[in-house]
């Protein structure tokens, strides 16, 4: 079964770099059609998908953030991570990496990391 | 982005018995509809794709209905386990869009 696990810092200064890591275990990322995800969840709020990446390296974003956004995948370590810049207070969630898996249309999250929060501020 | 719409914000039921919940999608999203539970403190986790199929060890009092703008999940007999928040997710569109959000609590 395979499991994921973000990491990271948990307080950004706002105008600064978000960085989170997801550590892939129990499967190879390099291996099957999948998209490697993030999705946020703002305090009290609904879900919030931010982009993933294939296997292959290609990468999609969501529009509202495309501009501040960066995935990339590490496969010597099995990871993924994302990237975004210039934060406010807005961009305080909890974070989740998670593991789509391929439909006839887009991605389909099936297993999720437990999530980690980040909040920004000063 | 296609708006998902859950109804209602709150349902609250008695253990045993039936809860409905309702998800509207602003345009059609044929089939491409998920559902997720999510308890306190975990990750959501997978009930229903392709609006209807339900997900690995997804016990059978979940199902799912409907295509186009119109779903419905039900619980046919709610469990203590099943309190919980649900929610509805397309991914017909590029992003997929989740809805805000529907939470069974006990009566």
């Given at each position: 079964q395979v499991q994921l696990q973000e990491s990271g810092p948990g307080l950004v200064k706002p105008s600064q770099t978000l960085s989170l890591t997801c550590t892939v275990s129990g499967g190879s990322i390099n291996s099957g059609r999948y998209f490697w995800s993030w999705i946020r969840q703002p305090a009290?709020?609904?879900?919030?998908?931010?982009?993933?990446?294939?296997?292959?390296?290609?990468?999609n974003y969501s529009p509202s953030l495309k501009s501040r956004l960066t995935i990339s995948l590490d496969m010597a370590n099995n990871q993924f991570s994302l990237k975004l810049n210039s934060v406010t207070?807005?961009?305080?969630?909890?974070?989740?990496?998670?593991?789509?898996?391929?439909?006839?249309?887009?991605?389909?999250?099936?297993?999720?990391?437990?999530?980690?929060?980040?909040?920004?501020?000063? | 982005e296609v708006l998902m719409t859950q109804s209602p914000a709150?349902?609250?039921?008695?253990?045993?018995?039936?809860?409905?919940?309702?998800?509207?999608?602003?345009?059609?999203?044929?089939?491409?509809?998920?559902?997720?539970?999510?308890?306190p403190g975990q990750p959501p986790r997978l009930l229903i794709y392709g609006a209807y199929a339900r997900g690995p060890a997804i016990p059978d009092r979940f199902s799912g209905s409907g295509s186009g703008t119109e779903f419905t999940l039900t619980i046919s007999s709610l469990q203590s386990e099943d309190f919980a928040v649900y929610y509805c997710q397309q991914y017909n569109n590029w992003p997929g869009t989740f809805g805000r959000g529907t939470k069974v609590e006990i009566k």
């Open positions: 009290g709020k609904g879900l919030e998908w931010l982009g993933h990446i294939y296997t292959s390296g290609i990468t207070a807005a961009d305080t969630a909890v974070y989740y990496c998670a593991r789509a898996r391929e439909t006839t249309k887009q991605p389909l999250p099936q297993f999720w990391g437990q999530g980690t929060l980040v909040t920004v501020s000063s | 709150t349902l609250s039921v008695s253990p045993g018995e039936r809860a409905t919940l309702s998800c509207r999608a602003s345009e059609s999203v044929s089939s491409h509809l998920a559902w997720y539970q999510q308890k």
